[in-house]
Each structure stands twice: as C-alpha cells, then as structure tokens.
C-alpha cells in the first residue's frame, strides 16, 4: 500500500508525477487509425478518379441537353407566334388582291372578325391610313369586341360592341374628336420606315374597361400602283398570353424561360411575376430582380456563345440563348433558357452517389471488422488501466480474474487481481475516506498543518466501563464496530471528516481537508442524523435483548491548525488547538445538565437561524479567563415552538441574574422555573449553585462557571 500512497504523496513533501506525452491515443484508437487510414487512402483515391473524370462528362452532357432542350423551346416559341404570321399572310394577300377593302364598312369589319375570333392568342386587328383615319377591332376581357372608327376630319366617330359570335349590342356615335394619331404609333412608323412586315413591342390602345397592356404588333404598309403609302394594316398579340404559353413549357425542375430582344426588352416569362407586363412600360431583364437572369444576358452579349456554364453565388448555372425565326422585328429576339446545373446533372450525379454508396458500404464494413478486431485487443488492457486508476483513487473492490488469448496481457491481468485483492484488505487499517479526499484535494501530505476555520465534534458513550464488563472482548468489539459504522457513515455523507476513534470517543471536524463554507451547518445536521441513526441502532439493540447506547457529543467552531503529524512511517491529519481542546469539554459537560449534545456559543452564533437552542450555561476551561456560552442543540427549526421560546425567555430571566451575581433573585426565579419544569436537570443545576453562592459568594465571579475538570 505505500507505494501506492506514493504515487500521490511524499512525507518529504515531494509530489511525484507521471510525464506524459501532450498527445495520446489508446492502443484500441490506434489499430483503427492505422487500418482506416489504408481503407480511406485507397476509397479516396478511387472517388477522386471518378469524380474528376465524371466531372467533365457532366459538364459536357449539360451542354449537349440544354442545346438540344434551348432548340426545342425556339422552334415551340416560334411556332406559337406562327399563327400571327399566318393570319398576317392571309391579310396582306386578301389586301394586297383587292378581296377585301380597307374601307370603313361593315364587310371588314367581318374580315377583322374571322381572323381575331378563332384565336384566343390574338387580341386585336386594325387598319390606319396615311390620313390618320383608322379601324379598330379589339378583344376585351370578357370575350365580347369592340369596334372603333375614327375619321380625321370629325365626320365619322363611331364605337361598335360585338358578341364573341360577333352580333352587334350596342352602338355609340358623336364620340369626342380622337387625340391619338394612329401614324404616331410605333408599329406604323416602323411598317412605314422598312416597307416590309416588322415587329414591335409596345403599348396598346386603352379600351373603355382595361388599361394599355404592353404586347407585340405585327403590321405591314400597303402600297398603290404608283407606291404611294396607303395605310398600315396590324395585328395584336398580348405579352401576357405569350408568358402564359411560355410557362407551360417544362426544360427542367428550376429552368427559367423568357424572350428577350437584343436591347434586353423582356417580352416574356415563365415562372415570375406576369404582373410585370400589367399596365407599365416594357420591363427590362433588370426588372426581374434576379441576378443569375441578367448575368448570363450580359455573358451571351459579349461572346454570342451558346450554351455557356457561368456561377453566381457559388452556384452554377448553365445558359443556351437561341434567335426565333420568321420575327421580323429591328431589334432580334432571342429565347433563352436558364438551368441550375444541378437540375441537368443530378441524374448523373446519382451514378457518382452510388459509387460513393458503394464505397462507403465497403469502408463501413472495414470499420466494423477493424473495430471488432481492436476490441478484442483492446478491451482487457482498457479494463486494466481502468483498475489502475481506481486503485490510484483508493476505489478497491474485490477483483475476478478475467481471461485474454494473449500471453503478455494474462499475466498482467493476474497480477493485478492479485495486488488489488491485497490492498482491498490493507484498506481497512487505513482512515480510507480521509486519504480519497486528500486526494480529492489534490494537496501533498507533509508535516506540518495550517490554520483553518473548523466545526469539530466529541462522541462519547455514555457508562462505557460498565457496558464494556457486561460484554465479553469479542462481543464488545462487535458492538463498537457497528456502533462505528453508523456514526462513520453520517460524517461522511455529510462532508466531514473522521479523525480518529479513541476508545469509545469518535473525533471528527468539517473543513478539511476539503475547504467547506458551511461547516457548522454541515456538522450540527451530522449531529442529528446521528442521533436519529443511533435511535435506530438502539431499537434494533432492543429487539436482540442487547443494552443500549446513550451518546453523548460535543461540538465547537474556531480556528485550529490541521495538518499532518507523525513520523517517516506513519502520518496522522488532525486538528489541534483550543478549540479541539473545548469540543472535548463541551461533550463531556453533557453528563452534568443531563444532556446530549452541546454546542458552543461560536457555532451557535452561525447557525442559530438552521435549528432550535436552548441556553445551558457560560463556562471557562480551567487556567483561562475567556469564557464561552454554551447551549444543547435540539433539532432543526422546521416551524415556530411557542412553548420553546416561552421556556427561552423565562430561563434567561433567571440566568441574568445569576450571571450578575444576584444570587437571591435568580434562584427566586429559577424555583419558580423548577416548579414549571420540574425534570428539567438544567435548572436544578442552577438552583444548586446559587444556594452555594448565597452561602459562600465567590470573590472574583465575572459571571462563568470554570470547568475544573473533563
């Protein structure tokens, strides 16, 4: 056993300790690193050939889709516009071949009927000569039409409403002079400026129930014989019903799709706001508010390359702009589409997670065999310096003999059961829990002491001559050793620390060497719940027809030096002083005022509010003059004790008086405390003196009983 206290301790004040290395690992953590670190090399060496060779594959594979996917939207967007351009067809020939005039009369306003009605997509036709006399059939959100015709010199100024099977409801003439010169639109300056068919987006004419939306115009001039300008003849279609195509058209999950002009006129698209194209001016690209849209815009302009990979953010994206034929506008229009990366190569993604998966599933099953393979090395040497450790904490129970295949760690394991099994047994001659809470402390047992506030406490067993002739050795030792155990196991669930028994006496303090902030409260509770334990014990005695046990106990706060005293071979941790000195009177006082327990006035004063007094006497050890108050604990002040207080306050009355040496007054008022309390030994005692003093007055009383012996 010492040169496991060693390990710890030195009486030469020397502390040793175990150098050790900053980084350690246990031998379990190292056979998996050494194995993981080859199953890991080699799976990360495989999964980077895969991932950078796949890498280009897919990046490759994302261009060849979004061409394709880019290719396809053109030809659908441009197919959607190819009724326009069809219906324009028909006009400019039926024009163009004198089938239809473009005179005011009801005749063309069928012809602009027949080619608005069956097509949900086009929203107006009309007709404006060079004279600024113009025709209008418009589509209103409600299906039915409006016709409006317009002469310049004010003497035609008509507005006609038509059914959608084109029956006419209701007619308005005298309309006010019209102030929009249909030759200041832009469609017809346009068609006037390249002679040919053009394409314009722009806002429309205002209705009498909607606002100007914003949408696209075919239009063509036609000319006389001499190629004079006659007129520009015009057909609408809604930004808001190209949008609405558009959004129908799937590429991807998270695919943006939108047409847009060389100037960056969005003219329409899928998946945003359509609100956009509501009552406002063109939108630009800008005007969507998403940055990926305009930074791929801006690359296609200044390369013309497509399809192109770019990142915004650090996300990738990858863009394919494709020019829509048969549009015959000035400005080109382009339809774009926009994918994360991630949408076209997820598919292809997954054959990559499932290689990892694979992988994975193999580095997994490398882990649980090196793992099982480390455990089994493993675990014995763990087991074994988990019981080093506890022995280094004197934490000794009795050891079986465990099994290992390897020779080396066996015959480890057997000398181990063997050295534990041994100190387990020498425990018992050693004050066990004072050693574990030095070491708790992580303080050196040296000679020597220091000075430390302390509660210390006395035990004493009330007539122990006489118990100990009624029993024979071994049955005595029996009835100490459990009487022992009681007490030893109250101090030490309450935090204190047992000294050291002598004879039939316990000395135990609270304070050291654990520094306790609340060791007068700690001590006095361990003192009831020793009393509650010894009545236990006392019961039980009982029963087994064994003579019971009255104890006694005294308790005292004070500064006291604790320390270690002893000799090379063996060291004591006790507290010596006064105070030691006083705890041991004031237990054995209990014999004179018929009393358990007595606590001094110094740990009355800390925990006068934790549990309920009573006043006993002042007293002075013999050879000093400072004297102490001394009071019996008597138990935990749970709730008010009005006939406690009454006795409190009737007691010092009388002990006032004594205290003042008026001899006469006080035993006046302590007769009449006996007749009230007639088995009160504590007043009996008092009544005693005064009749001594009465009798004898002392010289030199400073009010203090001198305990002239223990």
Same mark, same amino acid.
């Given at each position: ?7 710890? +301790? ?11 290395? &900053? ?59 190819? &009724? ?17 005039? &473009? ?35 418009? /589509? ?41 010169? &249909? ?19 722009? /806002? ?53 799709? +939108?047409v847009v002009d060389s100037t960056a006129n969005l003219i329409s698209v899928n998946r945003l706001d359509a609100n956009l194209f509501q009552g406002k001016e063109l939108p630009k690209i800008v005007d969507l508010k998403k940055p990926w849209l ?136 050693m004050p066990i829990a004072l050693v574990k809470k030095l070491i708790a402390s992580d303080k050196v047992a040296v000679f020597g002491g220091e000075t430390k506030e302390l509660t210390l406490i006395f035990t004493d067993i009330q007539d122990f ?7 024979? *050795? ?121 009393t358990s327990v007595i606590v001094s006035e110094f740990t009355y004063n800390q925990v006068k509010n934790k549990f309920k007094f009573r006043l006993l006497d002042k007293v002075a050890v013999k050879g000093k003059t400072q004297s102490v108050y ?9 709730? *008010? ?10 007691? +010092? ?16 008022? +302590? ?26 007055? *002392? ?10 012996? /223990?």
């Amino acid at each position: 056993m010492d040169h496991m206290l060693r390990y710890m +301790f030195s009486i030469t004040g020397k502390k040793f300790f175990l150098i050790r290395s &900053p980084i350690r690992v246990s031998i379990r953590i190292s056979i998996l690193s050494m194995v993981l670190t080859l199953l890991i090399g080699v799976s990360l060496f495989i999964i980077s050939i895969n991932y950078y060779a796949l890498d280009s594959v897919l990046v490759t594979a994302a261009n060849y889709y979004l061409k394709f996917a880019s290719n396809t939207v053109s030809a659908q967007v441009g197919g959607y516009f190819e &009724p326009l351009n069809s219906k324009m067809s028909i006009a400019f020939h039926m024009l163009d071949r004198g089938v239809i005039k &473009p005179e005011y009369s009801s005749q063309f306003t069928r012809f602009l009927y027949s080619l608005t009605a069956d097509d949900k997509n086009i929203s107006g036709a009309y007709w404006a000569d060079t004279d600024g006399n113009s025709c209008w059939l418009i /589509k209103l959100n409600d299906g039915n039409f409006l016709e409006r015709t317009f002469q310049r010199n004010g003497s035609v100024h008509i507005e006609k409403l038509f059914d959608a099977q084109g029956k006419l409801l209701s007619v308005v003439k005298d309309l006010p002079p019209d102030t929009d010169d &249909p030759r200041l639109r832009p469609w017809y300056q346009q068609a006037q400026l390249t002679k040919h068919l053009v394409w314009v987006v722009y /806002k429309f004419l205002k209705s009498s129930d909607q606002e100007e939306p914003v949408g696209v115009t075919a239009a063509f001039p036609f000319y006389d014989s001499k190629g004079d300008l006659l007129g520009v003849f015009g057909m609408d279609m809604l930004a808001e019903t190209i949008s609405h195509y558009i959004d129908d058209i799937k590429v991807t999950k998270h695919s943006v799709v +939108f047409v847009v002009d060389s100037t960056a006129n969005l003219i329409s698209v899928n998946r945003l706001d359509a609100n956009l194209f509501q009552g406002k001016e063109l939108p630009k690209i800008v005007d969507l508010k998403k940055p990926w849209l305009e930074k791929s815009f801006a690359i296609y302009l200044q390369t013309h390359q497509s399809p192109f990979v770019y990142s915004v953010n650090h996300t990738k994206y990858i863009a394919s702009y494709q020019k829509i034929p048969g549009i015959g506008s000035k400005s080109p229009w382009y339809v774009a589409v926009v994918t994360p990366m991630h949408d076209i190569v997820a598919s292809l993604r997954k054959g990559v997670l499932f290689a990892l998966i694979f992988v994975g599933m193999a580095l997994i099953a490398g882990i649980i065999l090196a793992s099982v393979f480390a455990a089994s090395l493993s675990r014995p040497i763990k087991k074994l310096a988990q019981d080093a450790n506890s022995i280094c904490h004197l934490k000794l129970v009795e050891m079986k003999e465990k099994f290992s295949h390897i020779i080396e760690i066996a015959e480890v394991e057997e000398s181990f059961v063997k050295m534990k099994n041994a100190l387990n047994s020498f425990q018992r001659y050693m004050p066990i829990a004072l050693v574990k809470k030095l070491i708790a402390s992580d303080k050196v047992a040296v000679f020597g002491g220091e000075t430390k506030e302390l509660t210390l406490i006395f035990t004493d067993i009330q007539d122990f001559t006489q118990l100990s002739e009624s029993l024979d *050795p071994q049955e005595l030792m029996q009835y100490l050793s459990r009487y022992f155990q009681v007490i030893t196991k109250v101090i030490i669930e309450m935090y204190g620390t047992v000294d050291k028994y002598m004879g039939d006496s316990v000395m135990a303090f609270w304070g050291a060497p654990t520094d306790d902030s609340e060791h007068a409260l700690h001590a006095c509770e361990a003192v009831l719940q020793i009393q509650d334990a010894l009545k236990q014990l006392n019961e039980d005695w009982r029963a087994e027809n064994k003579p019971m046990m009255v104890t006694r106990i005294g308790v005292n706060t004070g500064e006291m030096v604790v320390g270690n005293v002893g000799s090379d071979d063996r060291l004591n941790y006790t507290a010596l002083g006064d105070h030691v000195n006083l705890a041991s009177r004031l237990e054995g006082l209990n014999k004179i005022y018929g009393t358990s327990v007595i606590v001094s006035e110094f740990t009355y004063n800390q925990v006068k509010n934790k549990f309920k007094f009573r006043l006993l006497d002042k007293v002075a050890v013999k050879g000093k003059t400072q004297s102490v108050y001394i009071y019996e604990l008597l138990g935990w002040a749970v709730e *008010p004790n009005l006939g406690l207080e009454q006795y409190n306050r009737d007691f +010092f009355a009388a002990f006032y008086q004594y205290e003042k040496g008026r001899w006469q007054t006080a035993i006046d008022l +302590f007769n009449a405390l006996d007749k009230k309390y007639p088995e009160d030994r504590v007043i009996k005692v008092f009544v005693k003196r005064c009749e001594t003093f009465i009798a004898n007055p *002392p010289a030199d009383w400073y009010g203090a009983w001198v305990m002239l012996e /223990k």
